[in-house]
């Protein structure tokens, strides 16, 4: 699938370019979609968000974390002198508390992703739509996202940002 969408884009852009004329018309511009995730202000505001949003559960996961190294040190400092009965329950409970752990913290990264998916949409969401309007505006006749390499003369990343933080 992958060679086919390169072979039909390597066919696309051999056509624009086939004369010498069209490719002086041809207005391209790329947009860096990792730096919109990082520095457009929309984003910067998802993240905040889902780190209020997250921040109690994963201070309970650390509390949790603590907790488990206090038994296991515990564990292995006086389990030698410790009753036979009284190690099983103490080895036991660590088990337990160990399972609740990864369950918890499993359930975490889960829902955190899950989120994280619906935020970057959102955002990605937004900035198609500033993409759209400069493409209009300024007669772009081609732009790209994450492409391998690109000159930085027709990078628009920081036109898009711009239209972000003005709310476009």
Do not use: C, H
């Amino acid at each position: 699938m992958l060679k086919i969408k390169s072979i039909v884009l390597a066919s696309l852009l051999s056509a624009l370019f086939v004369t010498g004329a069209v490719a002086a018309e041809l207005k391209v511009g790329y947009v860096n979609t990792q730096r919109i995730f990082r520095d457009a202000p929309a984003a910067q505001k998802a993240a905040k968000k889902l780190e209020g949003e997250f921040a109690k559960r994963d201070q309970d996961l650390q509390r949790m974390a603590k907790q488990l190294q206090g038994l296991q040190e515990n564990l292995e400092k006086n389990s030698v002198t410790m009753a036979e009965s009284d190690r099983r329950a103490k080895e036991k409970e660590f088990g337990e508390l160990s399972r609740e752990f990864q369950r918890k913290q499993r359930e975490f990264r889960e829902d955190l992703n899950l989120r994280q998916n619906e935020e970057n949409a959102a955002v990605i969401e937004k900035a198609n739509k500033a993409i759209k309007q400069i493409a209009e505006s300024d007669k772009y006749d081609l732009i790209l996202q994450d492409v391998v390499w690109v000159s930085p003369k027709l990078d628009i990343t920081d036109r898009v940002i711009k239209a972000l933080a003005e709310g476009k």
